[in-house]
């Protein structure tokens, strides 16, 4: 248990974060768009919980927080997959850029 | 010691396999890359003595990136990744957005005289007791907020992809 | 000194179901025949498919074996005897039992093959219809117990044992833990008449062992999740704590083994429906009636 443990778990958010917003603005696909979304709340779960051990282990609500990021995680992937099915069922494909309709 | 070692170890894991998702070319492959990642931070939180949030991150992700997979090879062009496409758009700009986002988190990670760490956490089994106290007597509106989230999507998500019948 | 007597243990354990197997099928026992065949399969020649996902073509047998071997890991044979005294030990079975899940996927996806992809997925709306089925009757029990702990789950039936307490959660678990190890009448993915062997049907020679093996791990792991959780674990009066266990478990892994006999095979849309429109209600049922039990008796 060194004091460098903290630093080095949120470096370890960071990266995640990063690569999550690399894939978030360079993917054209709507499900990859949503797997750099995953990986930027992973980001921020590495956060919470090296905070809650490291600095207020005693004060739970941190855990309920982590509970409570992860459950997001788990919908927006619920309502982004229902949102790609019915565009798909329209259009035939879900990429974003052939969905510029509303563009201008 | 050997908690460094593991934090680093997996943390190492979880960002390589992250990185890992968008540099193959087969779908299957980038779902069970991301899995491979959230399994990764799940055994990381094991490693931070949080045991029930580690286990439920296993538990969850497993299902979730599998359901991600069979959606990829529904809704992608290549699933195999065999035809070699170029699926990215204006790369450089997501690569400098990403390095500027990760080189602020480490600095702000690195650079700040944090507080001094607590040795000791709670034991595995008096925080399960304790974070179900503390679900159902203090954040009991969070939990009950977050019940009616989960029912509220998962209406909203059939809703949406429910096929119309034309009578 | 103990962990050395846990894998001979582990080792014994799934021999036997291999033996019951045997005997469920054909209605002789013969104690050899696994490891003439396991003998046998390791020096029959190994097929690849012509361009798998080399990666994943190996790797899913080697998953199914992990998970069932880390769900297994938290289940005890005796008081104080198992691998991991985790505090959420009930919950971790769950979670590794998701993993299976995953191998079969991917032991779908990799061979290349139109079988195996059917398969694989048909198994992934199986596990919509099952894990609902696995983790609420977990829930039961834990709360009868007041802890995750398996040891604790099983001290907690000292009064009473779960299958008289909670009649409705281990009639759900046990068809649950059915569906998990994909055994008949819930055997879509590997459905040997309809879908020439599925999921595993293009692995041969030495991943073939692996895939058998796995297999059997996680039937003794399902058995004993359904002794500790359900059956009361070790207790008994006469016997020792192990020799309690281990009847047990074989009993219910016979009884796992040989009701697919008698069913055909239920389809994923009857599966989906009958889970969703009656297993999950009766679930919450269980839970509602193990809740009043509980706070009834706490205050009486």
Redesign the interface.
Known sequence: MTSELLPISLAIGAGLFGIGIYGVLSQTNLVMIMMGIELMLGGALVNLVAFWRLLHPDNYAGQVFVLLVMTLMALDMAVGFGIATARFRAKGSVETEEAAELKG | MQQVVAVVVFGLAAVVLGAGIFRTSSMVRSALSLLGSMAALGALFLALEAEFLGVLQLMMMATEMAIMAIFMVMYMMDPGGLGKMEMAHQKRVAIAFGVIAGLTGVALAVLPAWAPIVAVAPGPTLQVHDLGIELLTRSMLIFETAGLAILVAMVAATAVAIVRRRP | MTSWWLVLAVLLGVYAIAVLEEWTMTGRIAPSAPLRSGLALLGRESLVPRQP?R??FELAPLVLLIAAVLSLAVLPLAPGLLFAD???GA??V??AL??V??AV??AG?AP?APFALVAG?RF?GQ?VAY?MLIVMPITAVGMRAQ???TSAVVDSQAPLWNVVAQPLGFGLFSLAALAVAFLPPFDLPIAPSELAGGVFGEYTGARLVIVRLGRLVLVLSLAMAVTVFYLGGWLGPMLPHCAWTSIKVLAVAATMLSTGRYLPRVTIDLMLAWAWKLGIPLALVNILWVGITLLLAKSG
Do not use: K
Request: aromatic letters at 16%; proline letters at 0%.
């Open positions: 996902d990666v994943l985790l505090a959420t919950l971790f769950n979670a998701a993993y899940m995953v996927v991917m996806w290349n997925w992934l596990l894990s802890s995750l702990a």
